[in-house]
């Protein structure tokens, strides 16, 4: 069961921001922090109009109406559903290229939507324990609860076929581990 449900209504009533152009076609190209967006779109729409999408950014609030990026260069990431390179990915790529836009098309969206959702969850754990990577680091309690969280994240995406490789589960851990910040 899931924990969020939309009504149809108030889906299509927010829905045109996602619908973009491209070359005469519009596609449903949506950037939600959530895994699932595409199914929940598909019960609206023909699947074969969407593709998947998501926006890796890391900012804060530095003062009113003042954002701070740090960490990476912002970046929209999108593909195809199937993990096939078409001409509308194509074509959408040059468009955010034209607009000056950093993007990527992705040969496996799903994968990188689970790459955003473990990144949610680990400073989802920073927040709950309050520390930072470094932190984190020092404290052999909250390594062992990272280790734990990564395990059943990689764990969760095997049961749902997706395809995770977990060495970079692993890379990523040592990333934090060893991260001063």
């Known amino acids: 069961m899931k924990s969020r449900k939309w009504s149809r209504k108030m889906i299509m009533a927010g829905f045109e921001p996602f619908l973009i152009e ?9 950037y939600y922090d959530i895994e699932d967006h595409t199914d929940e779109l598909s019960e609206l729409i023909n699947p074969r109009h969407i593709i998947g999408g ?3 950014i890391i ?9 701070s990026h ?7 990431v999108f593909g195809e ?29 799903q994968a990188d939507l689970w790459n955003k959702f473990i990144a949610i969850c680990v400073s989802g754990l920073l927040a709950v324990t309050k520390t930072t990577y470094g932190e984190l680091r020092e404290l052999n309690e909250t390594k062992v609860l990272m280790l734990e969280l990564l395990n059943e994240i990689y764990q969760l995406s095997q049961k749902i076929e997706i395809n995770r490789d977990q060495s970079r589960i692993w890379d990523l851990l040592h990333y934090c581990i060893s991260t001063r910040t």
Do not use: Q
């Open 22 to 30: 491209v070359n005469g076609k519009w596609v449903a190209n949506p």
């Open 54 to 56: 998501l926006c890796r």
């Open 59 to 67: 900012s804060k609030i530095k003062s009113p109406g003042v954002i």
């Open 70 to 76: 740090f960490g990476m260069e912002p970046e929209i």
């Open 81 to 109: 559903l199937d993990h096939s390179m078409t001409d509308r990915v194509s074509n959408l790529k040059s468009v955010f290229d034209v607009a000056g836009i950093k993007s990527r098309i992705s040969l496996d969206i």
